[in-house]
């Protein structure tokens, strides 16, 4: 093992120590810790878009460290140490790629994702979640999971024959959507309708090779953009943000637009 990760190990045991070490460290949990680790893994993303070496260096180590952390709150209890968190990803690696460590058989891209896919169902089977949509995480972004959730009922046959039916299916969720808004029907169906439209979507998305997650971050950075070239604009003009009617809305969008 390297001295610098030896090294943090000594600061997590140091930081948990029940004598001297820090008393919200300490205080946390598994469960306690997880917000903190999701939130690492959306920082490290951040800075890869960014491409930022130096902030995707930091990143990275926050994120070592919330694994370092859990693995640690497991030694504690008796459970395993981070010795064998690394033991068990090399031995899923070298299970998960026989093209690389077993008989070396050349394969395309397509290959080993379809390789890849079948060695992790197999390995679901044995460990008793032999359904097929078993493994898939719950604390994935919505998007996200419904394009995993979709694809993987694809690998089974449960999907439409060609774009045309999902995208079809799109307007069929949409007009169900605006029925329960025009029928005022309980937010809880409104949801579900809702719900049922951004599936038919993200599905869309995987038929046309696209990511939706990627696709709703670029938006989301797109529309951050011109929302503060707005600002800009309006504090550069004197005017107040809460007082701007539609048209003054509209015309500082256009010209926001217009720049990116």
């Not at 299970?95 to 379809?114: C, I, L, Y």
């Amino acid at each position: 093992m390297s001295e610098p990760l030896q090294r943090l190990l000594g600061v997590m045991r140091r930081l948990r120590d029940p004598q001297g070490g820090c008393a919200w460290d300490r205080a946390q949990t598994m469960a306690s810790i997880m917000p903190h680790t999701l939130e690492e893994a959306h920082e490290l993303a951040g800075a890869v878009a960014a491409g930022e070496p130096s902030a995707i260096r930091d990143e990275l180590g926050d994120l070592l460290f919330q694994v370092v952390f859990v693995a640690r709150i497991a030694e504690e209890r008796g459970e395993f140490d981070f010795d064998a968190v690394a033991t068990a990803i090399a031995d899923k690696l070298e299970r998960r790629h026989p093209h690389v460590f077993g008989e070396r058989t050349a394969m395309s891209v397509e290959q080993q994702s379809d390789a890849w896919e079948g060695l992790k169902a197999a390995e679901r089977a044995a460990a008793g979640d032999a359904g097929v949509l078993a493994g898939v995480a719950l604390t994935l972004p919505g998007l996200t999971r419904a394009n995993k959730l979709s694809k993987r009922a694809a690998r089974v046959g449960f999907d439409w024959p060609d774009v045309s039916g999902v995208r079809a299916k799109v307007d069929e969720e949409l007009g169900e959507f605006e029925a329960t808004l025009r029928d005022r029907e309980p937010r809880a169906r409104q949801e579900d309708e809702l719900g049922d439209l951004l599936f038919a979507i993200a599905s869309w998305a995987r038929h046309l090779g696209l990511d939706p997650e990627a696709a709703l971050r670029g938006s989301n950075a797109k529309f951050e953009r011109r929302f503060a070239c707005m600002e800009d604009l309006a504090k550069a003009r004197g005017l107040e943000l809460g007082a701007l009617d539609l048209a003054a809305w509209e015309s500082l969008w256009a010209q926001a637009k217009a720049g990116g």
